[in-house]
């Protein structure tokens, strides 16, 4: 969470418990967009999303938070979510800005900008599928692309998981040397479509990959669906940002779960490959070196498991 977003924090001074309202749910808010403006000579926008809310009771935009930058593309899926406090009652005024990051400077002003978009949380979460698009204006005279924002509410499971991945004879997708291997994990979602919830880092250089372990939330990965389909691709990266599909495999939490055994040791099909040749077997194989299940205490778990509070 950014320090801005601690501003909109009420002190405990100003709670009210007559007066506050209480959000109805979590919501998580995935952005993508598609036909960014092209604001790089030689390459393509290194695009950024910027949230800024509004205030309740007043109109001072703030920012929220930002996604990660991701280079060389104009239709970036963004990984890093945002994460709202939705209310029924209320109108929740959101706005989407992309730039182009031109260097490592926090200050948005030192970026090209790209466009932006506005709606309400309630316009989003009562939309088909709680997903909306919009076209992203701004600019004058220039078309700027679009933007889709998807909602998914989030149950209360508040469990982690640190996993981690090996690879075994991948593809070698690279002319001159071996594969720079990287995955990329979607969650299903209800409407039989997918949503982006990690990426690995790039391994450089080998067919025979070990990620690093991460860790991600049980809500992140699957919403706490123990069944949900979970989708891993593997990609070759390549620095122009055209990362070459190498296979896909699917699993699922539950199975997930069984740790280091035989039942997680997944072959990465290319369907393409598979259907044009009868030979084909594989692209290489994906295997789960370990998995740890983490559940997050909160202070009233604090406080309910008795811990007493000390007075200084």
């Not at 100003?14 to 952005?31: G, H, M, Q, S």
């Not at 919830?197 to 699957?222: D, G, S």
Request: glycine share 8%; net charge neutral.
């Amino acid at each position: 969470m950014s320090s801005s977003s601690f501003v909109n924090m009420a002190t405990i001074g100003d709670f009210d418990p007559l007066n506050a309202t209480v959000p109805a749910t979590k919501v998580e808010i995935t952005v993508s967009c598609r036909n960014l403006l092209d604001r790089d000579t030689f390459s393509k926008s290194d695009p950024i999303c910027v949230l800024y809310t509004q205030g309740i009771g007043n109109k001072e935009w703030r920012e929220f938070g930002r996604t990660e930058v991701i280079d060389n593309t104009l239709n970036p899926d963004f990984v890093r979510k945002f994460i709202l406090d939705y209310f029924f009652e209320e109108r929740q005024n959101l706005r989407f800005d992309l730039y182009d990051v031109d260097s490592k400077s926090t200050n948005l002003s030192k970026h090209d900008f790209l466009g932006q978009a506005c709606c309400t949380l309630g316009e989003i979460v009562g939309s088909l599928g709680s997903r909306q698009e919009k076209p992203l204006g701004g600019i004058p005279g220039k078309k700027c692309g679009t933007i889709i924002v998807k909602a998914e509410e989030l149950n209360n499971c508040r469990e982690s998981v640190m996993m981690q991945f090996c690879g075994n004879k991948l593809d070698k997708k690279d002319f001159f040397g071996k594969s720079d291997p990287f995955l990329v994990f979607y969650r299903s979602n209800e409407d039989g479509t997918f949503t982006i919830c990690h990426k690995t880092e790039v391994v450089k250089n080998t067919l025979n990959p070990v990620w690093q372990a991460f860790k991600i939330p049980v809500r992140a990965l699957c919403n706490g669906d123990y069944d949900r389909t979970i989708k891993i691709e593997v990609y070759d990266w390549d620095r122009d940002g055209s990362h070459d599909f190498i296979g896909e495999f699917s699993t699922s939490y539950r199975e997930l779960s069984r740790g280091q055994s035989q039942f997680n040791v997944y072959e990465v099909i290319n369907p393409k490959k598979k259907g044009k040749k009868k030979k084909y077997l594989n692209s290489g194989t994906v295997t789960l070196l370990s998995f740890l299940v983490d559940i997050e205490v909160t202070f009233l778990d604090y406080i309910k498991g008795g811990a007493e509070q000390q007075d200084f």
